[in-house]
């Protein structure tokens, strides 16, 4: 993971090493970027939210290839229980892509949705989510509760689960260990 | 139900015919009120949505006996599909109490919630939800999911089902009997 964040300034710049672009018969730039690359986009959107005092969540929105809106966990600092990365990010889609029909749009997340996020993807039409770790007390893409793929629900979306779930893990409990490590130390 | 939206204006005057208060021994003027009360006053609200064309659906959050927030189904004025009444309530509740720690705090709302909803109750630790009519397709507070009492969720959302159901879905069909109709006017 590079350890800069130059492609939460950039979104759309090849930098970082597993950026593959090629020029397709249409003459246009189509990326070729497989499921790793935007699940490490969304590691450093947990990252930032890490660096903040937050849970670190973090998601980014594909359309097409492209990285087309980023969000983390701002629980903390928006004194919101709601303000989870993935219903955020969702609700910024519609003034990004200027359409509230969110078609053939991807989620990726270093952690797995909680129902309430589970849902928002569902009535947003979301096609696919790929998360990283399973949350097996909560996770609501098919771990504890299945609100992604219910059946009868008006949509259902398609999930990857367990995708680099062991960075995406490693993440979240170096932040417990910092959390109960200051905690110890302004008890001391 | 009165045809006015009085208690929209002025949320504490009890002007509706079961507004009942009481003097209590320490002096303060505390309301004596049922389900029935606030479940109008959500009623309503979800005729506030019918009014701006939006799918019927109110809401209203209570504590210690108080309206505190109101809000609708606003998803087609947004462009927002998670711009549902209980979930924009609950998003505008810590501003209202100035505090984002939810406790004791009951939602009244038209419709069985969904899963996004529901997962949003039980995120903000909201302490019961009274809905009115039940959603078999997607009710997730135990009709067709059941989010709002999952176990081993790190909250539940106590839960009192179909209260004035009849009402509520009447003003559900008339809402959809509209707007079949004005379809039909636009094709002849």
């Known amino acids: 993971m590079p350890?800069?964040?130059?492609?939460i300034l950039f979104p759309f710049a090849p930098d970082s090493d597993d950026a593959q672009f090629a020029g397709e018969d249409d003459g246009e730039l189509k990326p070729l970027l497989g499921d790793d690359y935007y699940m490490r986009a969304a590691l450093r959107c947990a990252q930032q939210a890490a660096d903040a005092g937050e849970v670190p969540v973090g998601a980014v929105a594909v359309k097409d290839g492209l990285i087309i809106a980023r969000s983390w966990n701002q629980v903390e600092l928006l004194k919101d229980a709601t303000a989870h990365a993935e219903l955020m990010l969702i609700a910024s889609l519609p003034q990004v892509i200027g359409d509230w029909r969110l078609d053939g749009i991807d989620i990726y997340v270093t952690k797995e949705p909680c129902a309430m996020c589970a849902g928002a993807m569902v009535n947003s039409r979301i096609r696919r989510v790929v998360f990283g770790m399973r949350d097996p007390r909560c996770g609501a893409a098919g771990t504890a509760l299945n609100v992604t793929g219910f059946p009868g629900m008006l949509h259902n979306v398609e999930v990857t689960a367990?995708?680099?779930?062991?960075?995406?893990?490693?993440?979240?409990?170096?932040?417990?260990?910092?959390?109960?490590?200051?905690a110890r130390k302004k008890k001391s």
Do not use: I, P
Not at 3 to 7: E, K, L, V
Not at 167 to 178: D, I, L, P, S, Y
């Open 3 to 7: 350890s800069d964040d130059s492609d």
């Open 162 to 182: 367990g995708l680099m779930e062991e960075e995406c893990k490693e993440m979240f409990q170096a932040f417990f260990r910092t959390v109960r490590a200051n």
